[in-house]
């Protein structure tokens, strides 16, 4: 098979990521698309790694499902955080950080 | 132990002494401070004892032991180390330092017992002796100039120690900016000798010297008159010795430690210590006795007419290393040691004395109100006239063998050295004068106010204490002198110390009487072995015929000076009004200060003005700096705009970013 149609796959879900992330203003929903478009990139990686027939892809794919798995904790704590706080869920009203 | 290990200990002791002191200030009580410094500075002289016979146990021509504690940086061509030199020049010097110093320590231990910085005073005066060993036992230039720089900061620490008078701290300043032009110079002088040596090591150095010098060449000359910047600004000659008369603003203990018996006589040392290579560039010896020879002349002629006592023994010291100078540039290196040594123990005792006078005048030193101490002081009066008759060179006293063996020697040199000895001799002759003229009035006369009260068994206070130079009112505060004040007669620590320099003054003559023992010279002959210069000594004959000039000039200075202060007391007015010109010369110090003030400080000070309006003010901060904020500032401005706070639109951003560099690379793959 080849390895086009995996690229086209991952490339789909990566956009579909990147345009919720531009899009939705509630922090939870762009942990969700951050989300996807960690795993489009596992996608491509696993399938490169199949093409050339060695681990590193593999491997590589495994160390991004960790760092996935420590910002997604990192970013729910946050948003639980904020709950606590009664801040807006909205990443549009939390700007203070303007120049 | 080694005579070296000793070395290391007569550095450590008032190194210890200071720290103790220094940290323990609050919780040393009364006048321990005091006790703890002297016992610092006496184990230092007992060490610097045992190094002597350490030293004289060992044939005379393995003298010289040098020991290095650590390599502080060895890198190309530089070994930097922490190195001491015992021979025994050092060892001598270390001797007179050490003890000299214990008994002012012990002077001061009562005479300071009324001020309130009591315990900072001992810590300072602890480092002080600190820093002038470890210059006299430095065995490289580079602990040479630390040790030099420690003594001009401990002589600004202690000129300054009233530090709420502003006479004393501008002198402070004064002395202190005037000492580092002189470690400039010294540190100047190393460089050029050092460039061609290539080592820092003293004894390397003088090894080496004939080798990578020729006799007079330009650059060891430079490099020996760039040393002769750092002695004569440490040892106050001309025209660097503006310093001296004003650091008496210090308390007199000071005055008598640092600015008569030992940091001045550091210049002294130095020259002596590079005799090699002085030897090699006669140049720069002949420009060091000259200009030791005026400065006894000139200062000689001041000391006639100031009326601050103080001032008038600092002039007296000035003048007589003047001598020390002029005798060791010239060849007469022990007679000018011999000379230091004598000093050291007459000067001492002299402003020890002057110290018990102004006590009992309530901190007034002016020779204008003294008048009749003889009976209020008996002890002060014995002292300072032991002291006076040891200055002026009278027999049997040890100012007399030692001045003399340097005129003798200069004489005996020949080539126009006697147009130097003559002016030694004139010197002598104002030494005389000027020395008697403050004991006839300070002691002879009619009793002042002061004394009268002391006669009747009280020490004057001042009712409001004042400054005695400004009478500005003062309080008795720290920073300002205590309200108590200490005489001699009453205190038996300035006593036991008054007496023994006393002694010594009368006795130290006899270690060198020509053609009986000699024991100076022989002792330092291992430092001046292949000199030249300290070979040709004058015959014995000869040194007795110098004795007898000598001690002929001194009698005709003291009866000038009976004749004009005691037996027609008219006479001093009469002369100044005869001779006004002259006296306002001497009375104004020659113009010196005026004359560095118009040539260097002015224009220095004009330049500053200068700098500051024009290139300061306009260039540096409206164009460079002003310039750079202004940029920065604007640049910001337009970068803060982009910085809206909406997450979004960075991730768009970022997105966009991302994709254009990825675009490119693709495109340019392909």
């Given amino acids: ?99 | 132990m080694a005579a070296t290990t000793f070395g290391w200990l007569v550095l450590l002791c008032p190194l210890v002494g200071t720290a103790v002191i220094g940290l323990g200030y609050k919780r040393l009580p009364g006048r321990s401070p005091g006790w703890i410094a002297t016992a610092a500075i006496g184990l230092s002289f007992a060490c610097a004892v045992v190094m002597l016979v350490e030293i004289l146990d060992r044939g005379s021509s393995h003298r010289e032991l040098t020991s290095s504690l650590w390599s502080y940086a060895v890198s190309v061509g530089v070994s930097a180390k922490l190195e001491i030199l015992v021979d025994p020049l050092s060892v001598f010097m270390v001797l007179v330092v050490s003890g000299v110093s214990t008994l002012i320590h012990l002077y001061s231990v009562s005479y300071m017992a009324g001020d309130r910085g009591y315990t900072r005073f001992f810590s300072y005066l602890n480092y002080f002796v600190f820093s002038m060993l470890l210059l006299l036992l430095a065995g490289n230039f580079l602990l040479l100039i630390v040790g030099w720089a420690f003594v001009g900061a401990a002589s600004y620490l202690l000129i300054s120690f009233w530090y709420r008078r502003t006479t004393a701290t501008r002198a402070g300043i004064k002395a202190f900016v005037i000492n580092v032009v002189g470690d400039v110079g010294l540190v100047l002088g190393t460089f050029f000798i050092f460039t061609h040596t290539g080592t820092l090591d003293f004894l390397q150095t003088f090894a080496a010297a004939p080798h990578v010098f020729h006799h007079d060449s330009t650059d060891l000359v430079v490099g020996c008159l760039l040393l002769l910047v750092g002695a004569f600004a440490k040892s106050a000659q001309i025209p660097l010795h503006t310093w001296l008369p004003d650091a008496m603003e210090g308390p007199t203990p000071v005055s008598a430690l640092i600015h008569a018996a030992t940091m001045v006589t550091a210049g002294v040392y130095l020259i002596a210590r590079m005799h090699p290579l002085f030897e090699l560039a006669p140049t720069a010896a002949d420009v060091g006795a000259v200009g030791g020879c005026l400065t006894l002349l000139i200062a000689g002629t001041i000391g006639l007419a100031v009326t601050d006592i103080k001032r008038v023994i600092a002039y007296s010291t000035m003048s007589q290393i003047g001598y020390m100078i002029m005798g060791v540039s010239a060849g007469a290196y022990s007679g000018a040691l011999f000379l230091l040594m004598a000093h050291a123990f007459f000067k001492a005792l002299l402003f020890m004395a002057a110290g018990s006078l102004i006590a009992a005048m309530a901190g007034n030193q002016s020779l204008d109100r003294m008048s009749g101490f003889r009976r209020a002081l008996p002890f002060t009066f014995g002292c300072f006239v032991i002291g006076g008759m040891a200055l002026s060179g009278l027999p049997p006293f040890s100012g007399w063998f030692s001045k003399d063996d340097i005129l003798a020697y200069l004489n005996h040199r020949g080539g126009g050295f006697e147009v130097m000895g003559i002016a030694g001799y004139m010197g002598a002759i104002l030494t005389a004068i000027y020395t008697f003229r403050m004991i006839f009035r300070a002691f002879f006369g009619e009793p002042c106010p002061e004394a009268k009260e002391l006669e009747e068994g009280h020490i004057a206070h001042a009712e409001v204490p004042t400054n005695p130079q400004t009478g500005e009112v003062e309080d008795t505060d720290v920073g300002f002198p205590g309200p108590e004040h200490h005489i001699a007669e009453r205190e038996w620590p300035m006593k036991i110390a008054m007496g023994t320099l006393a002694l010594l003054a009368t006795v130290g003559g006899f270690l060198q009487i020509p053609g009986v023992d000699d024991a100076i010279r022989r002792f330092l002959a291992p430092t001046f072995t292949g000199s030249a210069l300290a070979a040709a000594e004058p015959s014995n004959g000869a040194d007795w015929i110098g004795l007898v000039i000598g001690a002929a000039i001194a009698v005709a200075g003291v009866a000038v000076a009976y004749r004009v202060w005691v037996l027609a007391p008219g006479t001093a007015a009469r002369v100044r009004e005869r001779f006004a010109p002259l006296y306002r010369l001497f009375v104004n110090k020659w113009y010196f200060d005026e004359l560095i003030d118009l040539t260097i400080v002015r224009p220095v000070a004009w330049f500053g003005q200068v700098q500051d309006t024009v290139l300061d003010r306009t260039l540096v901060v409206n164009v460079i700096t002003g310039g750079a904020v202004t940029a920065v500032g604007a640049v910001s401005a337009a970068v803060r705009r982009a910085q809206t706070g909406f997450v979004r639109y960075y991730v768009a951003l970022m997105l966009l970013g991302i994709s254009g560099v990825l675009i490119y690379f693709l495109a340019s793959a392909s």
């Fill in chain 1, 1 to 99: 098979m080849a390895i086009g149609w995996y690229l086209v796959v991952s490339a789909l879900i990566f956009s579909i990521g990147a345009a919720g992330v531009l899009v939705r203003r509630s922090p939870l929903v762009i942990l969700l698309c951050l989300e996807l478009m960690l795993n489009a990139a596992n996608l491509a990686l696993v399938a490169f790694s199949r093409m050339w027939g060695s681990e590193d892809g593999q491997v590589f794919a495994l160390i991004v499902m960790v760092v996935a798995a420590c910002e997604v904790t990192v970013g729910l704590g946050l948003i639980v955080s904020m709950y606590r706080r009664q801040l807006p869920i909205d990443v549009d009203d939390l700007r203070e950080l303007q120049g």
